[in-house]
């Protein structure tokens, strides 16, 4: 029986919080938001490198599943995805159409308002660390608990200065199981070819 859990790092608006569940589907990211006030004072304050120029998240803050459009899921080998609402704002789950239990959620973290610098602010919560750039765009590989050698991995990326996307890999086989945050890093520069063409 296979166990799937969500860790993500704890943001000052909204603690992504490990969640999971047991059996023969894949639990799904349903975080609850924290009341905490953030250690930034203002939008964008924080650590975290300035977005070089915002993309256009409108269709984002909705709907999770439309950071890809149907060409980028199609390269990606996903299906459609399922869209629910959790606390920290949009999210929505895309199964790898040839194998179902490959699967990635990624969440528009609305309720996060000082985007990455958020994610940075936290940082010292995380098991792992990692700056990096995806498309372009600032962005960071974290989690609570590390699950990378178990087909798991999380990455934020900075859309704007004030909204961040969490993608979570969570695969079983293949190539992404053994080494998953490639497959968050090209889900990540689908997103942001997806939002710089709408």
């Known amino acids: ?26 639990g799904t990211a349903n975080p609850a ?11 964008g304050g924080g650590a975290a490198p300035k977005v070089p120029s915002p993309l256009n998240a409108a269709s984002i803050t909705s709907d999770a599943c439309a950071t890809l459009s149907s060409s980028a ?31 990635i959620d990624v969440t528009t973290v609305t309720a996060n308002k000082n985007g990455l610098s958020d994610v940075y602010d936290t940082k010292a919560n995380d ?13 960071v590989y974290a989690a609570a608990v590390d699950g990378r050698k178990n087909g798991k991995c999380g990455l934020f990326v900075g859309v704007t200065d ?9 695969y079983d086989h ?11 890093q090209k889900f990540g520069e689908a997103m942001v070819q997806t939002l710089v063409g709408g």
């Open 127 to 139: 098991a792992y660390w990692e700056e990096t750039q995806i498309g372009g765009y600032p962005a």
């Open 162 to 170: 004030e909204l961040a996307v969490n993608i979570l890999v969570q």
């Open 33 to 43: 938001p924290s009341t905490a006030g953030s250690s930034s004072e203002m939008s």
């Open 73 to 103: 899921r199609s390269s990606l080998g996903l299906g459609e995805g399922a869209s629910r609402t959790t606390g920290n704002g949009p999210s929505c789950t895309f199964q790898e159409a040839a194998d179902p239990g490959n699967q």
């Open 1 to 26: 029986m296979n166990r799937r859990f969500t860790a993500v790092p704890a943001l000052a608006f909204a603690v992504l919080a490990l969640a999971g569940c047991s059996g023969q589907t894949h």
């Open 174 to 184: 293949g190539a992404g199981a053994a080494d998953p945050c490639p497959v968050a």
